[in-house]
């Protein structure tokens, strides 16, 4: 039985959390529903902008479930970054750093356009920055471009976002960048005010000279 996407949305129901978005994504998932999918690439483009951000969150929902059912969108999410939507961008950002072990091509090349969606985006958009840098890191071919990256990033985090952004690095970092990722740590450590988020600084800065 065909899917009714745009009459599962929580829009449509005129709900404003997001459990129907949850239940169709997985709903979508659950049978690998391609058809279903690429309706809700084409109604990111829908001009009610609730439509737009359900299916954004259906979407990227879908790719928790399954990475591979929205990879072949990839450039479509790259696309969204530049909207002056703030949850559309952020939600792009996510359904990247869910694929990026997908299509790390197509992210690599397209790193600038991400670099720039966190630099506008909300808290939520430069989680996921740091995902996707850490995730390209991965590979030998990119980590020299994205952990210098990585590494400013996580000095140019706010105190509540370095532990974390620090942390996730830690499984890429290797070689130089352990020195330099150390220096940071150290100079951002002394200005740090929260005893949770330095504790954890401190365990990584441990880790980093042995």
């Known amino acids: 039985m065909k899917i009714d996407v745009i009459n599962s949305l929580a829009s449509s129901f005129n709900r404003h959390d997001e459990f129907p978005n949850q239940q169709l994504a997985q709903k979508i998932a659950s049978t690998n529903d391609t058809s279903a999918i690429k309706e809700l690439v084409s109604l990111l483009q829908n001009s009610k902008q609730a439509v737009q951000n359900d299916c954004t969150k259906v979407l990227y929902e879908i790719g928790y479930f399954n990475p591979k059912l929205i990879a072949p969108y990839s ?83 706010p ?9 996730n690095a830690m499984s890429v970092i290797e070689g130089e960048y352990k020195i330099v990722l150390l220096q940071v740590l150290e100079s951002r450590i002394d200005k740090m005010q929260t005893p949770t988020k330095i504790v954890r600084v401190e365990k990584l800065i441990k880790k980093l000279k042995k």
């Open 159 to 167: 105190e509540n976002q370095l532990p974390t952004y620090a942390e």
């Open 75 to 157: 450039n479509e999410f790259i696309a969204l970054l530049k909207s002056k939507n703030n949850r559309i961008v952020w939600g792009a950002m996510t359904a990247l750093s869910v694929i990026a072990s997908e299509k790390p091509d197509v992210i690599f090349k397209n790193l600038s356009a991400v670099m720039q969606g966190a630099d506008v985006g909300s808290v939520i958009a430069k989680d996921h920055a740091a995902k996707i840098l850490t995730s390209l890191s991965q590979h030998k071919k990119y980590k020299n471009v994205t952990l210098p990256i990585l590494i400013d990033f996580i000095n140019s985090a």
